[in-house]
């Protein structure tokens, strides 16, 4: 018989069985595979009834009702199990047939895999999806990566079921060659720990500091998702914040304060210091909650371990106008450094990464979507080739606008002993890039002190290098140069 399906996926958590139920929607014949076989029935006697869902219950039958050039996309739990469904496909797939990984893999890995598929003459998609359950049903972010050869080849399932803008343009292109699809997944994934963090600071100063209830904060948080911080994450903070538990009080008051995470946001931190990229910011939202974990810690220092009283005293509404100035420009700042590190993978990988598209990648679907995403593409639209999203005429106005209120939201928070990292970070960042000279003259003195590490002067070319001999005892031999 003839085979007639478009695409196999193999995965039946809940984002690969909203995704498949998204391709039926759009039209596509798709195969179910789990390797708990009965979840396969499951899904196509409850979920998939009625649709033109197909159930497999091995590999070779699956593969079986493929269309050529087979497409099968795995949405499984990253590392070792890709590898093994890898190796459990290739004996039933033929060259030029596609192996897609939706998951959320570390980009060395879809580096590797691209690699090694070609070799055998298939093709790798390693791609990001993001939006979550709701995402996979009603349209996610897309960003797939890999072997050029099979964007074809997948190009009108995926942009058919990602979401779209305001004039129907998918959020979803062709991201890159290998891994750059799953490093702008990386990417997004620690903008979405920084926009968290930040979220949750402007929260907590509102809180502690000034005494807000649930239900005012929520009315906070929906007026800001009228304006510049209109967002999915804003929006779902609105939402949570009016959330009452079965006895009439707000959830979120009953909620453990120790916060987990899945390893992207701190997979984007390590890969930024081996580019030697600063997002600090990101890094900041990694570390709050490796912080928040140690409760028990917390919870003994705070019986000994002294500060001053939280309490933030003066106009109300004129402070938390100043914390929506604060998370605002904090924000952009966690954007420019997140553009810092892609644009320095792509140099560093040699992938031709388009900036404004990506923008436009996240303007729906996903967990980071926001009206602030159409600026930045418009910003890159401009100038494809800029430098830094601060240096963007409308983001300099942004920051410029914001400043003085974010200081005083900082220095406020100092003062009363509330953590606000992330809003600290962004801000010292910020006036770290502005200053055309920082003490890193006297670092480079020690360094060159106690290990003849060398350093560059002023008044001498760049690339020429010189030590001294500090205590007259050191020698004039240097160690070799290196920059860190």
Request: overall charge positive; some cysteine.
């Amino acid at each position: 018989m003839e085979p007639t399906a478009d695409i196999a996926l193999i995965g039946l958590a809940v984002m690969g069985q909203n995704l498949i139920l998204n391709m039926n929607d759009h039209g596509y014949t798709v195969v179910a595979y789990n390797r708990t076989v009965s979840k396969v029935d499951d899904f196509l006697n409850k979920e998939a009834k009625g649709t033109k869902v197909i159930g497999a219950h091995s590999i070779e039958e699956m593969v079986s009702h493929l269309k050529r050039p087979r497409r099968v996309m795995m949405l499984v739990k990253a590392g070792a199990a890709v590898d093994e469904f890898i190796e459990q496909l290739l004996p039933f797939l033929e060259k030029g047939d596609i192996i897609i990984d939706g998951g959320n893999s570390l980009f060395q890995d879809s580096i590797r895999r691209t690699k090694y598929l070609e070799e055998k003459g298939l093709l790798f998609v390693g791609t990001g999806v993001s939006g979550g359950e709701e995402g996979a049903r009603k349209g996610p972010s897309i960003m797939p990566g890999g072997s050029p050869a099979a964007w074809p080849h997948v190009k009108d399932i995926f942009q058919s079921v990602a979401a779209k803008v305001e004039d129907g343009t998918p959020c979803c292109d062709w991201v890159g060659e290998n891994g750059a699809g799953h490093y702008v997944k990386m990417v997004h994934n620690g903008i979405e720990y920084g926009d968290m963090q930040l979220i949750c600071e402007a929260y907590n100063l509102m809180s502690r500091g000034l005494g807000m209830t649930a239900d005012e904060m929520h009315q906070v948080f929906a007026e800001w998702n009228k304006g510049d911080l209109d967002s999915f994450l804003i929006e779902i903070t609105r939402d949570i914040l009016a959330f009452k538990d079965t006895d009439g009080q707000p959830l979120v008051d009953k909620i453990l304060d120790t916060a987990g995470q899945k390893g992207t946001g701190k997979w984007t931190v390590i890969s930024s210091q081996d580019l030697g990229i600063p997002i600090t910011l990101m890094a900041e939202a990694v570390y709050a909650r490796c912080v928040s974990a140690l409760k028990d810690e917390r919870v003994a220092a705070a019986k000994k371990l002294k500060g001053p009283r939280p309490t933030i005293s003066g106009d109300r509404a004129k402070f938390v106008e100043a914390i929506r100035q604060a998370l605002y420009a904090s924000k952009i700042i966690s954007y420019a450094q997140g553009y810092m590190l892609m644009r320095a993978a792509a140099k560093e990988y040699k992938w031709n990464l388009n900036y404004g598209g990506i923008a436009l990648m996240w303007r729906g679907g996903c967990i980071i979507r926001s009206r602030f995403l159409g600026k930045i593409k418009e910003a890159y639209d401009k100038n494809p080739k800029l430098n830094n999203l601060l240096l963007d005429q409308f983001f300099r106005k942004a920051i410029k606008d914001s400043q003085r209120a974010w200081r005083n939201v900082v220095a406020m928070a100092a003062k009363k002993g509330i953590p606000t990292p992330a809003f600290s970070t962004a801000l010292a960042f910020y006036d770290a890039y502005r200053s055309d000279r920082l003490p890193a003259n006297l670092l480079q003195a020690q360094r060159d002190y106690f290990g003849a590490h060398t350093y560059e002067r002023i008044d001498k070319p760049r690339g020429e290098f010189f030590h001294t001999n500090w205590t007259g005892r050191g020698g004039d031999v240097s160690a070799g140069t290196y920059t860190v």
